[in-house]
């Protein structure tokens, strides 16, 4: 059992399915994986041209295990269910033999069961670039798709008196990614929070 804040999740929530993929045959990519690792849950959203990752610090007494993908239109029903909620959200998965697990969310004396996605999800740890990677220049990327990543940011990003300020980094070399990240982030639960825009082929 997962026991969060719940307009933090739902903050989270929404950051990572604004890069989800909405119209694929990878049936596996529309939705946000969610992933909880001892006291770090990471909720991720990918089309395949971008990746939105959000990981957020979790109570001790928290720690559980959880993979599992949320659809899109389930991620809409629990953000409609408890975008609102000013108390403590509740996730824990059932899974029976032989089938994908089923996430049930709890807020405010709402249950929602949601059945996952299946298939699977890629390993998205493998195209975030490192931190210390060499920097250089900028190479050609989809300008609505940085201006989206730009907005996502910024509900979870700290502010500057009255500026939002993030950075971005690339190697500059053919085929390179470019990262984008706040400058300041405010809460010390959000312990990561990035978009990852792969550049354009011309």
Same mark, same amino acid.
């Given at each position: 059992?997962?026991?969060?804040?719940?307009?933090?999740?739902?903050?989270?929530?929404?950051?990572?399915?604004?890069?989800?993929?909405? @119209?694929?045959?990878?049936?596996?990519?529309?939705?946000?994986?969610?992933?909880?690792?001892?006291?770090? !849950?990471?909720?991720? =959203?990918?089309?395949?041209?971008?990746?939105?990752?959000?990981?957020?610090?979790?109570? #001790?007494?928290?720690?559980?295990? &959880?993979?599992?993908?949320?659809?899109?239109?389930?991620? @809409?029903?629990? $953000?409609?269910?408890?975008?609102?909620?000013?108390?403590?959200?509740?996730?824990?998965?059932?899974?029976?033999?032989?089938?994908?697990?089923? $996430?049930?969310?709890?807020? /405010? /004396?709402?249950? &929602?069961?949601?059945?996952?996605?299946? =298939?699977?999800?890629?390993?998205?740890?493998?195209?975030? %670039? %490192?931190?210390?990677?060499?920097?250089?220049?900028?190479?050609?990327?989809?300008? &609505? !798709?940085?201006?989206?990543?730009?907005?996502?940011?910024?509900?979870?990003?700290?502010? &500057?008196?009255? #500026?939002? %300020?993030?950075?971005?980094?690339?190697? =500059?070399?053919?085929?390179? #990614?470019?990262?984008?990240?706040? #400058?300041?982030?405010?809460?010390?639960?959000?312990?990561? !929070? !990035?978009?990852?825009?792969? %550049?354009?082929?011309?």
């Amino acid at each position: 059992m997962i026991t969060i804040e719940t307009r933090l999740f739902c903050k989270a929530l929404r950051f990572a399915s604004a890069c989800a993929a909405r @119209k694929d045959i990878r049936f596996y990519l529309l939705g946000v994986r969610v992933e909880a690792v001892g006291d770090t !849950l990471t909720l991720c =959203g990918t089309d395949g041209a971008r990746i939105a990752v959000c990981a957020l610090r979790i109570d #001790s007494d928290s720690m559980t295990d &959880l993979s599992l993908t949320i659809g899109n239109d389930d991620v @809409k029903r629990i $953000l409609a269910a408890f975008g609102k909620d000013k108390g403590q959200i509740v996730l824990r998965s059932e899974r029976q033999a032989d089938q994908v697990p089923t $996430l049930i969310v709890e807020a /405010g /004396g709402v249950i &929602l069961r949601i059945k996952a996605v299946g =298939g699977v999800f890629p390993d998205y740890r493998r195209v975030i %670039p %490192p931190t210390d990677r060499e920097q250089g220049g900028m190479p050609i990327i989809d300008a &609505l !798709l940085m201006a989206e990543a730009c907005t996502a940011l910024e509900p979870l990003a700290g502010k &500057l008196k009255t #500026s939002c %300020p993030v950075r971005f980094d690339s190697t =500059g070399n053919p085929g390179a #990614s470019v990262v984008v990240r706040p #400058s300041v982030i405010d809460d010390t639960r959000v312990t990561e !929070l !990035l978009v990852v825009i792969a %550049p354009i082929r011309v």
